[in-house]
Every structure is written in C-alpha cells, then in structure tokens.
C-alpha cells in the first residue's frame, strides 16, 4: 500500500503542470457567452478530478467546483495545491467511486476527462441517470467516452450508436470520433476508440 501510495504521489507530480483538456475550455466560453446576469456562482461537477488539470480551469473562471475520485491521494494532492490559492474555499474534494458519490445539484456543467469510462459496466446506466438528474436546464455536459473498439475490454466501451442515445434531450454542440494506435500514460502501446462529447441539456 505505502508503495502504490507514493507511486500516485509521482504521478500527480509529474503531471501537475498538464494543462486543462481542450474541450473544457471551449465549454467554460461556451458558458460565458450565454450565462445570464444572474450573480450566483456557477457550480461544476468534475468526475474524476485526478491533478486538478481541469478544476484549476474552472476555479480560476471563478467557478465553484466538485471534485470526485476514488483516490484518496487525489484528495491529499489537492489540499496541497490549492493550499495557497484565493481560490481554496470554492474547491469541495468527493473521496468515492463515480456510482456511489453523492454530490450538490443541480450543476452548471458536468466535466468527465477520461473518467466514465472507468465506471463498471453494470453501474453506469443509473450514474448516467444520476449525471443527467443533477444538470439545471441548460447546463452543460463534456467528456470522453472510450469506443468498443478500444483496447481496454473490462471498461465500460460503448458503440457510436449508444453513446448518441446518452443525449437523448440534449442539443449536441461538439462531436468527435478518434480512433489510432497510441499508447498510455505508462508508455503501454493501446488501440484507442475515442469519443469527445460537448452538449447542452435542453
């Protein structure tokens, strides 16, 4: 355990600096270009928060943001990082698996970088259910799916046709289909099927 521990410690260091993913950032100006004039704070939903690359995003946009994983080193990490930061007391660390977590609603914007792939199977029709529940009108959705040509077969894989059927009273705003030899963040070569979603809860 002490190993595996120190092994995640060098993981979020090393990755610590990566930036926010791409289709994040196009989100939060998707956002600022149709929020009202309310003045309350917009509140995220970041599954599988990990470093922090894609929370640090929003709580600098001065978002108030949750951040759920399993890891309890992702939590350790964060409370680190964002010890100093003005922006500490909007930042909310969920320690829990995606099917059991508990979180405040209704958000603002669902953000899931590489992460619901990772929920087993059988549990991710009711965390869909569960995502899709806690989004306010308009809110946005964005993330990855990974498709059933990928390599990694014990995750949940989804065709393109069921991963539309997920948006199902949703206005799709951003669709792209990749599919490469690549590898993984260990060095591992890795077939990927990969969907990157950006929509809009009607």
């Not at 120190?6 to 993981?11: D, E, L, N």
Request: aromatic share 14%; charged share 25%.
């Amino acid at each position: 355990m002490k190993k595996e521990k120190q092994s995640w410690k060098g993981y979020y260091e090393h990755h610590k600096a990566s930036p926010p993913h791409d289709n994040l950032i196009k989100t939060i100006a998707l956002y600022e270009t149709q929020k009202t004039t309310s003045t309350a704070t917009p509140l995220a939903l970041d599954l599988g928060c990990g470093t922090g690359r894609d929370s640090v995003a929003l709580l600098e946009k001065g978002w108030q943001v949750q951040g759920v994983d399993l890891n309890e080193q992702s939590g350790i990490f964060l409370e680190q990082r964002f010890k100093e930061a003005p922006y500490k007391n909007n930042f909310t660390f969920i320690q829990s698996s995606f099917e059991t977590a508990v979180w405040d609603g209704p958000v603002d914007l669902v953000n899931a970088s590489f992460a619901l792939p990772f929920c087993k199977p059988n549990a991710f029709p009711n965390l869909w259910k569960k995502i899709v529940t806690s989004m306010k009108p308009n809110a946005y959705f964005t993330g990855h799916f990974f498709g059933d040509r990928d390599d990694w077969k014990t995750l949940t894989l989804l065709s393109e046709e069921a991963v539309k059927l997920l948006f199902q009273g949703f206005n799709i705003l951003f669709w792209e289909e990749k599919e490469e030899e690549g590898s993984t963040v260990s060095g591992q070569a890795k077939h990927w099927h990969l969907f990157t979603v950006t929509a809009q809860k009607q």
